[in-house]
């Protein structure tokens, strides 16, 4: 008893009265403790009831059942698995209970391991979305999930009994036989084959298998997916993409797909603006004009970041492959706006050559231009003709002193007067002539009281002569902005002469007010009439 290893104790009216060593060690006590220690202190709540019901039932001559597991609490207070055989004896010549216990902890942990893993198993199996399938080497199928069951309408015994190539048509057999071969041969595969349905129909199918041996057995584990509706998108979507091309390709504007900063298409008319693309092209390698690139490039990424369109864009493009010279230049009208295009994110941009309609506007503009000049060209004479005949005066001057011996210096002073003059004269055509010539509009930093000044002083005569008085209240020292001179001397000028032309049709007085001012971060200019 002393020496045997499984514990071996005595109890009596639910005390222990002898245990071996043994005993001792698996639950956690000297022998000393363990004399007529209660049963209550090893056995655990949850068991003592049905423990300490079954010691009196046998106490009482009864016969409950003898050998079962229970829980059992060392000192500790650890929970321990035993596996006891409990029997009738005298002890000290009274009635006792002799019992024999075993610790089966490990067994036990062992077990619940066992099942936790079977569960997961079986839930990870049933979970998946297609059918699921363990075959035998022989093609029987061993094990399958629930939604075999669902799909196939079959009961469990029915699926037992079914083969490999039961579930499809002749004509489909020898193609999975062969997939089933390779899988079993190459260790793993895939395949798209359509399986035979219950009512006849086929559906298409895609599997994907893998090899395992087991107890040195060979198996295919694998899975199948229903991909019908796939299928039918497929389809739906190569028949809307031909759909989609087929309209871009006729559209009579431009249109460009930008997939991850690259054009990879152009329409046929995106192809008559810019050139034929031999090869998809990144962004900063487009045709754009320098001053253009980087308001593009921003435009493109502002609508990739926040899913809106960028609209009303006019840009400067040159022919692709060929030089970059100015008869090779376009103006594009631009939009870009964010679509998907194959499942990837992706932008459109659509252009309309606005080349010729430029080409009207500078001619507009130079008329414009003209006219302004032609009304004010009496003005423009007397700019020029103050100047010209002070020269004359001073030409007579150098001529009455170029004999006189001591009068250099007198001849010098009516030189440089001349100069002045004649600088005079050239900075008059040189504002004319810039005034009238056709130019793109650059933004610099202006003084918005300098165009105004300008455009009044080439009209001051003709205005004066129309008894039309112009009364400035221009705001010295404005902060300057960034504009272009031209374009706003060209404004005002036109104003002016459309007022002084409004001024030929009434005989009363008439007054142009021009002022500037700066109201909070605004600049503002009124021409009042």
């Known amino acids: 008893v002393d020496n045997a290893h499984d514990g071996i104790f005595v109890t009596r009216d639910g ?136 799909i196939t309408g079959l009961a469990p015994e029915q699926l037992g009994r079914m083969r490999l190539l039961d579930w499809f048509a002749p004509g489909d057999q020898q193609l999975a036989a062969s997939a089933f071969k390779d899988v079993l041969q190459k260790g793993e595969g895939q395949a798209e084959i359509p399986v035979l349905t219950p009512n006849g129909h086929k559906r298409p199918y895609f599997f994907s298998g893998r090899k395992l041996i087991i107890q040195g057995r060979s198996y295919l584990m694998g899975a199948g997916l229903d991909f019908t509706e796939r299928k039918k998108l497929e389809i739906a979507l190569r028949e809307s993409e031909r759909r989609f091309r087929n309209l871009v390709e006729k559209m009579p504007f431009g249109i460009s797909i930008i997939v991850e900063d690259r054009i990879i298409y152009r329409n046929p008319a995106q192809e008559k603006n810019l050139g034929k693309l031999d090869h998809s092209i990144s962004l900063e390698e487009a045709p754009l004009h320098a001053e253009d690139l980087n308001r593009y490039l921003a435009a493109c990424r502002y609508a990739e970041k926040t899913g809106a369109p960028v609209e009303d864009l006019e840009m400067r493009f040159y022919t692709y492959g060929k030089p970059r010279e100015p008869h090779n230049l376009k103006w594009m009208h631009c939009s870009i706006h964010p679509m998907d295009y194959l499942g990837q994110k992706a932008l459109l941009a659509s252009m309309v050559d606005l080349t010729r309609m430029k080409e009207l506007e500078k001619q507009v503009l130079i008329r414009e231009k003209m006219a302004s000049l032609g009304h004010v060209a009496a003005g423009i004479a007397h700019e020029i003709r103050n100047p010209l005949s002070g020269i004359n005066v001073l030409l007579e001057g150098i001529r009455e002193n170029f004999e006189e011996p001591d009068s250099a210096g007198e001849i010098k002073e009516l030189l440089n007067a001349t100069q002045q003059a004649s600088d005079k004269i050239a900075g008059v055509i040189r504002k004319v002539l810039d005034f009238s010539k056709p130019s793109v509009a650059k933004m610099e930093l202006t003084d918005i009281n300098a165009p105004v000044r300008d455009a009044i002083q080439i009209t001051d005569l003709t205005l004066r002569r129309s008894g039309v008085v112009i009364e400035q209240a221009l705001t010295p020292q404005l902060p300057k902005f960034y504009g272009d001179h031209q374009l706003i001397e060209q404004v005002v000028l036109n104003l002016i002469n459309k007022a002084d032309t409004a001024n030929e049709k009434t005989t009363r007085a008439h007054k142009d007010d021009d002022t500037s001012w700066l109201e909070g971060k605004m600049l503002y200019l009124r021409v009042t009439d």
């Open 15 to 150: 005390y222990v009265l002898f245990s071996n060593p043994s005993t001792c060690r698996i639950l956690g006590y000297t022998p000393e403790e363990m004399s007529a220690l209660p049963l209550e202190k090893v056995i655990h709540p949850d068991d003592f009831p049905m423990v300490i019901e079954r010691h009196y039932t046998r106490m009482a001559g009864g016969t409950p059942e003898d050998n079962y597991a229970l829980r059992a609490v060392r000192k500790s207070g650890e929970t321990l698995y035993l596996e006891l055989q409990a029997v009738s004896a005298e002890w000290e010549n009274q009635p006792s209970v002799l019992c024999i216990v075993r610790d089966i902890t490990e067994r036990k942990k062992a077990e619940e391991r066992f099942r936790e893993e079977k569960n997961f198993s079986e839930t990870l199996v049933n979970s998946l979305p297609g059918v699921f399938y363990l075959y035998e080497e022989n093609g029987r199928l061993r094990r399958w999930n629930h939604n075999m069951e669902k």
